[in-house]
């Protein structure tokens, strides 16, 4: 049987660390009478089973038992507390990631998550970090070196390897509650069942987390006035600016269903010289929150039992779930598409004179004054977003004012395995131990996110809108119900697009001037005109793995060389589910009949162009696609003991997939004990990265993306996946330098330990430009006017307006306020390079019949550099040093040069005091100030230039943890996390913060308790 004892207990700061290369399993080898135990020791970053003495590489352990002195973390907390990580997903963020909300995965090195394998009890799982069974666990290991010899594909940054608890018998119970200021809290509750004391040891956990909405209304920083932070607003709203036209199309004046003073009764910024004219600007911060509720259920069961006494077997079972039923955003996106037979964002709608809204709109405007008045045909629209100022709650999920997501994120895995030793029956061979195993990962993602049909805005403008509207279409051969007769008949609704359809901006309680009771738009009208875009992804990964392991008979002076060698066979595959025929592709043109995509110059062409644009107003189609990739690859390994102070570690792997992809990789490490306390320990080895399994050549993906010429704004954006896309490759090296010894006086203990490291990515898999660069680079700075002679001119795609006729460029005349999408590239581009320290100092000492533990513990990033990005023979940016800057590229990746976390320590009996300190570096805002358009309210002056957030401050943060065992079976704990209260250093992003580095909680506190029978 086995059983299993922690290799090191120690305490840390945001968790308990402690620095080694690692665990101690037990096995107990049956006799006829007696029971004997063979140490061994497995190392995450190593398949030999080798002395502890001699493993080299820089492994943190984390135990649970520990992280409970520090209030329990959740996964998402433990990832972005990590001293080596970078910016973390999942928080609800709708700007960056918002796919990933509640779906946290580690970023080490802040080389992206993709760069860090995650595993669980040594096989590959899910990155997403809620699906891992937190009540089970015994330890969290942390490599922070590459390991791709070992486990393949993905390593490169580091692996964080999850062990659950092996030979746990009883049951135990743990809850949870954390206040949170503005919101409902928080809540953990789990259970942990174990039975069986001897060879066969049965395992379930059951486990529920529950996070409580927060609004952006509780929280001043994201509340902020548009002259402080204009970040989330937008010129692109219902209020709109409408031209009347002759039935020829014949322009005869220009109106705005607005003023000064309507706009800014409605909390709007009027904002004369915006694209498409005077805008009323809107915030739609108030629409979104800060803290989504979501929870997340996990189930897990293991069972490890004795086939015989040379071979073992293991098998686990995991499911989990992440709900989020509402991610609020926006009431509705703004238009980029439409239905009008001309492409862009620009004149893609119309109101027909009679449409019976006109009349008050008219006579609000004065238009009905005019002696123009009797030739006006139809009203275009310059730029429109059907729902903003005054929300909808149709598809909010009955909850809010705007338009919500949804997400449903499932995982199963099951994971068995055989190990043990060859025996008798093979000879020569009896001694050698193997580890065969079979893990299967599943994970069905569905995600919703509403947005209108362009068309059915359009037949509903013009009176056939409306899921009972069956009118008769008497000329198919236009585009569009032509009817007229009935027009708003026979459950034929008609659309009201002007301000006089709602009473108030709904999230400010601020009451509409323009509302004209009874003419709102009916509730079954508007849930017509948008299509849920139910989109349901599923991931599958196979892998089987045969490790064989043992002693050879050569004796080097520090003992036998240990090899390990093996097999990998992976199988993944991926496929889209998408149901309506408007999301999946069937309806590939704004009009499901009457249009077909087409280059602009056929004369046929009447709007629908070659990508396919689709129905939708903002985004486009997606065609589902399923995708698999194989991958075979053999690895060997050596434990070299040279000496009883020098051990060396070298290990090789080939790894080929399907479609004629492969890379060779490999790996040198070492560990010298100097003298004493004082040893050193150094690594270099290669790493590599497969393309995403998504990233099919030539595919496009349509989405959107903020541009600075643009002020920030968001519109279309696509990329396309490149042919000639091939593995990322990496260099990685480490040296590190250990002090372990006593302290100062008797009874003290202290350690130090320092280590160098240092990657490489070479070719990194990424957009080979940004849409936002090559906007940059095409529009001039200051004026916006596009350069038209400039190589990447065809990746700009133009809007139909009177300065780019029919989207084509013209010199001196276009400009950025033409931009409908800019195209880009994914594939091998630039390389990236990051270097520094981590460091820990631990001192121990006896206080008071108790132990006081002082520590500290940080990464110092000396160097994060990306080479010059080249693009179609330009170079679209420079080699950018990415240290100490926010990077915003549509949302922040910022890079600290440092991060620390010390702590305090006090146990004595029955008590467990800790008081910790979590501090991040400020940063730099590259972008500078921004001058939005707009006056401040009440006057004609203009806003003017905003530096605030050009230096993004430090972040220093306290928090304590109290615990009081009242037995060994019961204890009680209280955290108070963030002691000060201090909001997160201040963005210039639409929260106001990073999501990705911060969060928005505030002081919480939690108190929970944890019962053992």
Not at 338 to 345: R, S
Request: with cysteine.
């Amino acid at each position: 049987m086995k059983t299993a004892s922690l290799a090191v207990v120690a305490y840390v700061i945001g968790g308990t660390v402690a620095y080694a290369q690692e665990d101690e399993v037990v096995r107990v080898e049956r006799t006829d009478e007696t029971e004997a135990r063979q140490k061994k020791v497995i190392v995450t970053g190593s398949a030999i089973r080798g002395t502890p003495e001699d493993a080299a590489l820089p492994v943190n352990v984390y135990s649970a038992d520990e992280l409970e002195l520090q209030g329990s973390p959740t996964g998402l907390d433990f990832a972005k507390n990590l001293t080596q990580s970078g910016p973390t997903y999942g928080e609800s963020n709708y700007f960056g990631g918002g796919n990933r909300i509640g779906a946290p995965a580690f970023n080490l090195r802040n080389l992206g998550p993709d760069n860090t394998l995650t595993l669980l009890n040594g096989r590959r799982v899910s990155e997403n970090i809620s699906n891992i069974p937190m009540m089970a666990l015994e330890r969290t290991e942390v490599l922070k070196d590459g390991a791709a010899t070992i486990y393949g594909a993905d390593a490169v940054g580091g692996v964080v390897n999850f062990i659950t608890k092996s030979e746990f018998v009883g049951f135990e119970v743990k809850a949870d509650y954390k206040y949170v200021d503005g919101s409902d809290g928080e809540w953990d509750l789990g259970a942990l069942y174990g039975i069986g004391e001897g060879p066969t040891n049965l395992m379930v956990s059951a486990e529920w987390s529950h996070r409580s909405r927060l609004e952006t209304e509780e929280r001043d920083f994201s509340s902020l006035p548009y002259w402080e932070n204009p970040t989330a607003w937008s010129f692109l709203t219902n209020l709109a600016r409408y031209l009347p036209q002759t039935a020829g199309g014949t322009t005869i004046g220009s109106l705005y269903d607005y003023t000064q003073e309507s706009c800014e009764s409605q909390g709007g910024i009027y904002a004369p010289g915006s694209p498409g004219g005077t805008a009323c600007s809107y915030g739609y911060a108030p629409y979104y929150n800060l803290v989504e509720d979501q929870d997340i259920f996990r189930i897990y069961g293991q069972l490890n039992t004795e086939i015989d006494e040379n071979t073992d077997f293991h098998i686990e079972v995991a499911y989990a779930d992440v709900k989020v039923p509402n991610q609020f955003n926006s009431p509705s996106l703004p238009t980029t598409q439409g239905p009008a037979t001309t492409t862009g964002a620009t004149f893609q709608y119309f109101v027909p004179q009679t449409n019976p809204y006109v009349a008050d709109f008219a006579a609000r405007t004065g238009w009905d004054q005019s002696p123009l008045y009797g030739l006006t045909d139809r009203y275009s629209i310059v730029l429109l977003r059907p729902f903003a100022h005054q929300g909808q709650t149709v598809t909010s999920g009955g909850e809010g004012n705007s338009n919500s997501a949804s997400v449903d994120n499932q995982i199963w895995r099951i994971s068995t395995s055989l190990d043990g030793s060859l025996g008798s029956v093979f000879g020569p061979a009896a001694g050698i131990d193997y580890d065969f195993a079979v893990t299967y990962n599943q994970q069905k993602f569905t995600y919703e996110d509403a947005d209108y049909l362009g068309f059915r805005l359009q037949e509903a403008l013009n009176g056939f809108g409306g899921p009972a509207c069956s009118a008769a279409d008497l000329d198919p051969n236009t585009l569009g119900t032509q009817n007229p007769g009935a027009a708003g008949q026979n459950g034929c609704l008609w659309f009201n697009p002007f301000s006089s359809s709602y009473a108030q901006q709904p999230e400010l309680g601020l009451e509409n001037p323009n509302y004209v009771p009874g003419t709102e738009n009916d509730p079954a009208l508007i849930g017509w005109l948008f299509d849920p875009r139910h989109a349901e992804t599923t991931t599958t990964n196979l892998t089987v793995d045969l490790v064989f392991n043992g002693m050879m008979p050569i004796e080097l002076p520090g003992g036998a060389i240990g090899w390990a060698a093996g097999t990998q066979w992976r199988q993944d595959e991926t496929s889209e589910y998408n149901p309506s025929d408007f999301h999946n592709g069937a309806v590939p043109c704004a009009w499901p009949v009457g249009q077909r995509p087409l280059p602009s110059t056929d004369p046929d062409f009447n709007g629908c162009t070659l990508n396919r644009p689709g129905p939708f107003g903002f985004y486009g189609i997606d065609e589902a696609e399923a995708y698999d990739r194989q991958a075979m690859s053999y690895f060997a390994e050596l434990n070299l003991p040279l000496h009883d102070r020098l051990n060396v570690q070298a290990a090789a792997r080939r790894e080929e997939f399907s479609g004629g992809l492969d890379a060779t990789v490999y790996k040198i490490a070492g560990k010298w004990d100097v003298f004493g306390p004082l040893s050193m320990r150094a690594s270099y080895g290669t790493n590599f990265l497969a393309p995403d399994i998504s990233l099919s050549p030539g595919s496009v993906a349509s989405i959107v993306r903020a541009y600075d010429r643009a002020n920030g704004n968001w519109l279309g954006a696509q990329t396309v996946t490149r042919t000639d896309i091939e593995p990322e490759e990496a260099e990685s090296w480490n040296l590190g330098v250990i002090w372990d010894s006593d302290g100062f006086a008797s009874g003290h203990h202290l350690s130090v330990m320092l280590d160098y490291f240092d990657i490489h990515l070479k070719g990194e898999i990424d957009q080979l430009a940004t849409n936002n660069q090559i906007a940059n680079i095409v529009f001039a700075e200051g004026t916006g006017l596009a350069d038209c002679s400039s190589p990447l001119i065809g990746r700009v795609l133009l809007n139909n307006t009177a300065t780019s006729p029919n989207g084509q460029c013209v010199q001196g005349t276009s400009s950025i306020n033409d931009l409908n999408t800019v195209v880009t590239d994914i594939g091998n581009g630039s390389d990236q390079l990051t270097s520094g320290v981590d460091f820990s100092i631990r001192y121990d000492m006896p206080l008071y019949d108790g132990d006081l533990t002082f520590g500290v513990d940080g990464t110092k990033v000396t160097e994060l550099e990306t080479t010059a990005r080249v693009l179609d023979g330009v170079e679209v940016a420079p080699a950018d040093d990415r240290l100490g800057y926010l990077n915003f590229e549509s949302i922040p990746f910022s890079a600290p040069e440092w991060r620390v976390n010390s702590y305090i320590n006090f146990n004595r009996e029955r008590h467990n005091l800790r008081l910790v300190a979590r501090y991040v570096s400020g940063v730099e805002d590259e972008r500078g100030g921004v001058d939005p358009l707009g006056y401040y309210p009440g006057t004609t002056d203009e806003i003017g230039l905003i530096t605030k957030g050009i230096d993004v401050d430090h972040s220093l943060r306290f928090d304590t943890t109290y615990v009081f065992n009242f037995s060994d079976n019961l204890a009680f704990s209280a955290t108070v996390a963030n002691i000060f209260d201090e909001d997160p250093p201040y963005v210039r992003a639409e929260f106001g913060y990073d999501p990705r580095t911060a969060d928005a909680l505030g002081r919480t506190i939690q108190v929970g308790v944890k019962a053992t029978f």
